[in-house]
């Protein structure tokens, strides 16, 4: 009897917290869960398309399994400009490499980085595609897994921004975090697809964003398994690319590492447009967005599209702008969209 | 007024409803959640394992995004004697290879197939591995995604194993299925990790298994990106190969895919020793298992481990038997260990 009364206490103060937590949930959902977003055509394309695809009857309803939404990251999640953080982390690996091998210090492109980094940052003009190639092998393979993720997490601790004086990781957009947040409260399943490295997103992109490594697609080299001299297993990063995660590479990567059509996804650049079209190009609802950089005052202000100033670093052509209005992609604003920026404004 | 009392009542039913379903979820907390295991070391060590790395305050406990654990499939998780069931794929699409281009008829490897297909089952020792992998690129490349997609679904509908005349994806271990739903309960994440072809798995996968697209690794050849002639974007495979997930691919697929190590892993061949040991050799609890055929009566029997005949297909040496006795890891035998094979049964 005793027991009795005691599992229905247990179950009173149970139901007494359950009720409770539906009481909270209730009151979550009437609160706006896109708080630094203006009221416009962008955050209205956002709900319409979240209610429309999660509410059971609609006729755009997604099942849960197929909810699957992609953002690519430079630019569409944190910021790129001067320069992709990736690019900064190889330029700035490179006195390590030049001390462990001094022999580099007088061949280009090693010579021209550590000009650069004493301070003649005119001299990052001087690196073409190939050199970057070159240093991006030299920085990010021929190492063990866990000693490049070693060595990428030590850097972003310690790596500031040159205009925030902040870590790179605390330069993610605001409305894009809650965005992310309000999609998995949804019942999406949220991935990264940037063209960055994908083990060197995947070091934070789970503190960062809360995108668990297995989420993260992005531009992928091979590794190559072995053991170490007491018979330790471990992989060692090759200078193999098996996925270069850019342009039509973006839905080919997804084929691989998804293997269904995306719902919904947001990039900001050229290199967006594949992954957009193919999003866009599947049955049913369908969300496709763009961040458009036009807040030199908050952030930075690039294009070329409307007029903005041309950039190397995160392109978004007329040409884009033009297809996305044809398509109805949504373009967002972030000078006219975005309530705030950053979490630290 | 009224309104107040239409919620009360609202919220009593809910919470009548929400103790009812907390009273199952204890009600199944004192199921056996593996009862086609006979009780002995193997069901004792998974027991063991889960409870181990899910109770919070162990030593062992492993924290939920971390609980990954992958399966190889054929001869793991369903059957793969006489034939893995992707090479009955390849084999039975032939013929209509053959309709399309009436060329192939008299050319070999192709027909030898036909041979093998009228009846002549010896015909089948003479195809080498290169013949496998020209039938392979054949069969599974060359035509968009969802038209490969469309097709294997309708072979899976169709083809019958030829002892016990079901559709292979019935032909999967009782105890397995178990094993997963039990692991999944657990907060764990399951994963394929197959040498079969990627996209061949991925159709059936959430079926029969329910496992999501996303979390099958398998071996992966290159997509290409284009536009059908309105304009709509699809994907092409290509006989490129990306990723051969057998053996030292394996641990190598499970970088690409999922970014972090397995804390349990199966497999039941030599094609799986990598990925138990990549899994057995990271920090904390572990538990890596080995199916052992050996049940001719209700399945089959094949090693050459332990003096069971030696196969081809689904291969266990001596040498693997030795290595997991040696290491910890538990060997599961049909036999002794499995109460029920088949849900059919």
Do not use: C
Request: hydrophobic fraction near 40%.
């Amino acid at each position: 009897m005793m027991q009795i009364i005691h599992s229905l206490s247990t179950l009173t103060r149970s139901l007494a917290l359950t009720a409770l937590l539906a009481l909270s949930v209730h009151a979550n959902a009437q609160t706006d869960p896109l708080p630094s977003w203006n009221d416009g055509p962008a955050k209205q394309a956002i709900v319409t398309f979240v209610k429309d695809t999660t509410t059971q009857g609609s006729p755009k309803f997604v099942p849960p399994a197929e909810r699957i939404a992609t953002f690519d990251q430079d630019g569409t999640l944190w910021v790129e400009h001067p320069m992709y953080s990736q690019v900064m982390y190889i330029l700035e690996s490179v006195p390590a490499l030049v001390k462990a091998k001094p022999e580099l210090a007088k061949v280009a492109p090693f010579s021209t980085v550590l000009e650069i980094l004493k301070g003649d940052r005119a001299a990052i003009a001087k690196l073409t595609l190939p050199d970057l190639e070159k240093l991006a092998a030299a920085t990010l393979t021929g190492m063990p897994v866990d000693t490049f993720n070693a060595e990428a997490k030590k850097w972003l601790a310690e790596a500031r921004d040159p205009r925030w004086k902040k870590p790179y990781t605390e330069l993610t957009y605001l409305p894009m975090q809650e965005l992310l947040k309000y999609l998995r409260a949804s019942g999406y399943k949220t991935w990264i697809v940037t063209g960055g490295g994908q083990d060197f997103v995947r070091t934070y992109a789970e503190a960062v964003y809360g995108i668990p490594p297995e989420q993260v697609i992005g531009t992928a080299g091979g590794t190559t398994y072995g053991y170490d001299t007491s018979g330790k297993p471990f992989l060692t990063k090759e200078p193999k690319l098996l996925l270069n995660d850019n342009n039509a590479g973006k839905p080919e990567g997804i084929h691989l590492m998804i293997g269904r059509r995306p719902v919904m996804a947001v990039g900001n650049s050229t290199g967006d447009q594949q992954m957009l079209e193919y999003t866009h190009g599947g049955d049913g609802a369908r969300l496709s967005m763009l961040v458009l950089h036009d807040d030199a005052k908050r952030e930075y202000a690039y294009g070329p599209a409307q007029g903005l100033p041309a950039t190397k670093v995160g392109t978004f052509t007329q040409a884009l702008y033009d297809e996305a209005k044809k398509q109805g992609w949504t373009v967002i604003s972030m000078k006219n969209d975005w309530k705030k920026v950053f979490a630290f404004e």
